[in-house]
């Protein structure tokens, strides 16, 4: 396989707005023809790293590279890169066939060639018919894709797309997802996609970059971010984990819990402490004696496919999820397979998360909410 | 209960509805009466066909209205979109500024120009300092058109810096990206989106200053009659109700046919049609 | 380049618009009688201004018809506002509101000119010696507030949850419990600031009371109009520099309320 170019290097990039540090020397390069999420909490410096690329924003210090090339204090208007904002941000007094013909226009594009490549553009979107069509008066999926044609047109070398659905309801969204893939396999160019929809993001892309705090945490595959998290944030932050304290007191062997375990870790000093993560549903029920560890079910709830039960051993609540049906009381046994225990240094977020002592429902639906609505 | 509801609906709206009827629609028709009586009540076209005398000043006030709304605007429209880059609290305090002296009654904020303007004011006096001089600058055509472009140029600011400030800054952040430099965005995004605002400071400065009379009397020293002078000179010293009367009704007519126009010309860009080069 | 721009034209508007005013502030100072040769410091035409009866009666005037004017048309205007919201016809919502715009829309003069007819013609057929009086001019300056008032109120009375009066009568208020117990203090900010906006364009306004008041009633406006006739002295100035201040000080408490309120609605989310 030939080496793939990087279309979009950040070396060493620093933020800030008011004193306060939003981006903390970060480093990615981007590949091209890649889809590319950055992936956080609002206020990482996911939106803003976007916007230093679209050129809005100066960093403080660093570089932007575009094909090898430092593009720093390049004007937006004259970067090979076009943005699909959260909101559209479609020109109200522009009808359809406007909004979309507005890049062609500014390059003095003559006039036959713009008709072709609108109409050519609106059949890409699905939206033959509505060249006349006020945009305000549009549905959410519409004015999407009138904002999809209206960067695409201008043949960007990347597409920056910030939070683009986050406008839309849930059966959109999912709908919308498949279709920008399928647009960026189409087309053919790098997408950098910004969200805050873990989902989102791993079903939609090649490489997720997953920051916080201004600094990147982890980048790779959905499959190695989910299946690999490189410490207790990553772990945390994607999907749900049983994150414990552990040493290692030699290769291949955990101790946590209690316990000493098999696992495919090495390479550690011996007795490191460590972060150790388990996936909920890494965990099997067993019968007792059957068991590693031993403890009591505080709390069952069904979820459809699976049942999620929290374990209390020890006073550390385990979460786990299964398909089969436990009760409140049981005293069950958990058994661990040795590739489903991930162990990781200890990292600055060591200790923040844990166990699911305080896990409730109705918690978790507002953090959402309240996710949803900031940025 | 139905019953009920339009009953009190009746009682809420009867009140206003009454007040609007007769001090709003009633004058009008009264105003039309007198211009088509004479001081008899008989009915006579005469106040009509005397308005023929008043061509020159139609003409002399629909001129320096114009001047001084084209100039309000060449100042306003900069002004405005400068003021809408600034910080949050720099944008309220210079608006609070500009406000101010809308406050200060407009007989004194003219009066103070004449004391400036005239032959042994203040302009006059510090150019006398320096041997230059006096000029004179009450009674011109200039110091009205200052007049009206002093008085009523915060009319103008407002509604224009208003629309500026609610543009999204996102669509800015759009055309940019798009290949709009700042000239390009100018005249794509900012200048069709604050049209609105520059129909309505339009109006809100051509009416007040195609119906002034004071600002005339003042600095243009009684030699400028403009069709404010002429209703008061009619109403207040001739006593002839009838012609003062039909001069108001072509003055109504006229303002209300020019903002009809205006705001028909500002729906249709409006409406979203329009080609962008 | 732009940046020199910018600067120099937002110091050239500020020179402009306060210029004339800082040369009244200045010379009602004036020792001398001129207002345009400074020979001293003097505070004689204040002290001058607050012992003629003339302007006390003037300034008394002012503000019992602003505050009169203001309190009528608030009431009304809000009503009205009230009416107009609940009205289901679109036809006749359209031309009450558009009957409600004429005021605003129409030179101050044609207003005033068409209120003064109308005194005129219904003093003639009443067969009264002098048609205009104190009431005339109280309602010249209602008409004129009206508008201000609804359109200050409408705003405020859409954000107002439909909800909310029906919740009041579902726990059993009547209707007109229902409107003074919750529709009403939740637009008290906007009937408020349309009281006081009503209040300073009654103090401020000299066209249509000149065509609408009656001989014997003297309002400020009035009074610096018959002043400014003959050759003026600092004593006008000096006048206007205290109705400058005060309406500066009425301004920071609407600018104050107004906040008030945004933080309460913002407070309320």
Redesign the interface.
Do not use: K
């Given at each position: 396989m030939s080496e793939i170019k990087n279309i979009i290097e950040l070396k060493d990039i620093c933020m800030e707005f008011d004193g306060e540090m939003v981006l903390d020397h970060l480093n990615l390069a981007i590949k091209d023809g890649e889809f590319v999420t950055l992936l956080g909490r609002s206020g990482c410096g996911k939106t803003t790293t976007l916007r230093i690329i679209a050129g809005f924003l100066n960093p403080v210090s660093g570089q932007v590279l575009f094909d090898s090339k430092e593009i720093n204090g390049v004007p937006p208007y004259q970067r090979p890169v076009n943005t699909i904002f959260q909101r559209y941000a479609l020109f109200p007094h522009y009808n359809v066939y406007e909004n979309i013909a507005f890049g062609l226009r500014l390059r003095k594009v003559p006039e036959a060639e713009i008709k072709e490549r609108v109409e050519e553009m609106l059949r890409f979107v699905n939206l033959q018919g509505f060249e006349k069509r006020s945009v305000t008066h549009l549905s959410g999926g519409q004015q999407q894709r009138v904002a999809i044609a209206r960067a695409v047109i201008n043949k960007p070398k990347v597409l920056l797309l910030d939070e683009p659905l986050s406008a839309l309801d849930l059966q959109l969204r999912k709908d919308m997802q498949v279709e920008l893939k399928n647009i960026q396999k189409k087309l053919g160019i790098t997408f950098i996609y910004v969200t805050h929809d873990q989902e989102e993001a791993l079903s939609m892309s090649d490489t997720v970059v997953v920051m916080n705090e201004g600094k990147v945490q982890q980048i790779g595959t959905p499959i190695e971010i989910y299946n690999e998290p490189q410490n207790a944030f990553v772990a945390d932050f994607i999907g749900e984990s049983n994150i414990l304290d552990g040493v290692m007191p030699c290769d291949f062997t955990a101790r946590f819990a209690g316990h000493d375990f098999d696992c495919l870790d090495k390479g550690f000093a011996p007795n490191e402490p460590v972060d150790v993560v388990v996936r909920p549903e890494d965990v099997d029920i067993v019968p007792v004696v059957r068991g590693m560890l031993k403890g009591e079910v505080t709390s069952v709830t069904f979820r459809g496919v699976h049942f999620e039960i929290i374990v209390d051993i020890d006073g550390f609540k385990w979460m786990i999820q299964t398909t089969d049906e436990h009760h409140v009381g049981d005293v069950v046994g958990l058994y661990i397979e040795p590739d489903a225990i991930h162990v990781m240094k200890k990292s600055q977020y060591s200790g923040k998360y844990g166990d699911y002592s305080s896990y409730s429902d109705e918690l978790e639906q507002l953090s959402e909410l309240t996710e949803d609505e900031e940025e | 209960m139905k019953q009920r509801r339009s009953y009190a609906q009746v009682l809420i709206n009867a009140p206003y509805l009454l007040w609007a009827a007769i001090f709003i629609l009633v004058p009008l028709f009264i105003v039309a009466y007198y211009a088509f009586t004479d001081a008899s009540g008989a009915f006579t076209m005469a106040n009509i066909k005397e308005l023929a005398n008043y061509k020159q000043t139609f003409w002399i006030s629909i001129k320096y209205a114009l001047i001084a709304t084209a100039i309000t605007f060449v100042i306003a429209y900069p002004f405005a979109y400068f003021m809408s880059k600034k910080s949050a609290a720099k944008q309220q305090m210079m608006m609070l500024l500009v406000m101010l002296p809308m406050w200060m009654n407009l007989l004194i904020r003219t009066y103070s120009w004449m004391n400036i303007l005239e032959r042994n004011g203040i302009i006059n006096n510090l150019l006398g300092m320096m041997g230059l001089g006096p000029w004179k600058m009450i009674g011109t055509a200039g110091a009205v058109i200052l007049g009206m472009v002093y008085n009523y140029l915060p009319y103008m600011i407002l509604p224009i810096y208003t629309i500026m400030s609610k543009i999204d800054n996102s669509l800015l952040e759009a055309a940019d990206d798009l290949g709009a430099h700042s000239f390009a965005k100018l005249r794509h995004i900012i200048w069709p989106l604050s049209l609105p605002g520059v129909i309505s400071g339009i109006a809100m400065v051509f009416v007040p200053s195609i119906s002034t009379f004071y600002i005339s009397q003042k600095l243009g020293g009684g030699k400028i009659m403009l069709i404010g002078d002429t209703i008061e000179r009619q109403i207040q010293t001739a006593y002839n109700y009838n012609l003062g009367a039909a001069i108001s009704l072509v003055l109504m007519v006229f303002v209300l046919i020019s903002m009809a126009v205006m705001n028909r010309f500002a729906d249709d860009d409006g409406e979203g049609g329009g080609m962008i080069v | 380049m732009n940046k020199f721009?910018?600067r120099f034209?937002?110091a050239a508007?500020?020179v402009?618009?306060?210029?004339?005013?800082l040369?009244?502030v200045f010379?009602s100072f004036n020792e001398g009688r001129s207002?345009?040769?400074f020979t001293g410091f003097s505070l004689r035409w204040y002290a001058e201004l607050f012992s003629s009866s003339d302007t006390i009666t003037a300034l008394k005037n002012t503000l019992v018809l602003a505050l009169l004017s203001a309190t009528i048309a608030t009431v009304?205007?809000t009503?009205?506002a009230?009416?107009?919201d609940?009205?289901r016809n679109k036809w006749l919502n359209s031309a009450?509101m558009t009957?409600?715009n004429?005021?605003m829309?129409?030179?101050?003069?044609?207003?005033g000119?068409?209120?003064?007819?109308?005194f005129?013609?219904v003093g003639r057929l009443m067969g009264l010696a002098t048609s205009l009086s104190f009431i005339t001019l109280l309602?010249a300056h209602?008409?004129f507030n009206?508008p201000y008032v609804i359109l200050n109120v409408m705003p405020k009375l859409r954000q107002v949850d439909r909800r909310l009066p029906e919740a009041a009568m579902d726990l059993g208020c009547t209707?007109?419990q229902a409107f003074f117990k919750v529709v009403l203090p939740s637009i008290r900010s906007g009937v408020l600031a349309a009281f006081l906006m009503a209040f300073?364009l009654s103090l401020?306004d000299?066209?249509i009371s000149?065509?609408t008041n009656g001989s014997g009633f003297q309002t400020l406006?009035l009074m610096?109009?018959s002043m400014?006739k003959k050759t003026?002295k600092p004593d006008?100035?000096a006048l206007?520099s205290v109705?400058?201040i005060t309406?500066?000080l009425l301004?920071i408490l609407v600018?104050v309320l107004q906040a008030r309120s945004e933080r309460d609605a913002k407070g309320a989310k």
């Open positions: - | - | 721009f910018d034209l937002t508007v500020y402009f618009l306060y210029a004339p005013l040369v009244m010379f207002t345009s040769v009304l205007g009503m009205a009230v009416g107009i609940g009205m009450v009957t409600t004429i005021p829309m129409n030179p101050d003069i044609v207003t000119v068409s209120l003064m007819l109308l005129v013609f309602i209602v008409t009206l209707p007109r300073t401020d000299f066209v000149y065509y406006p610096i109009f400014t003026v006008m100035y206007s109705i400058f309406i500066l301004l600018n």
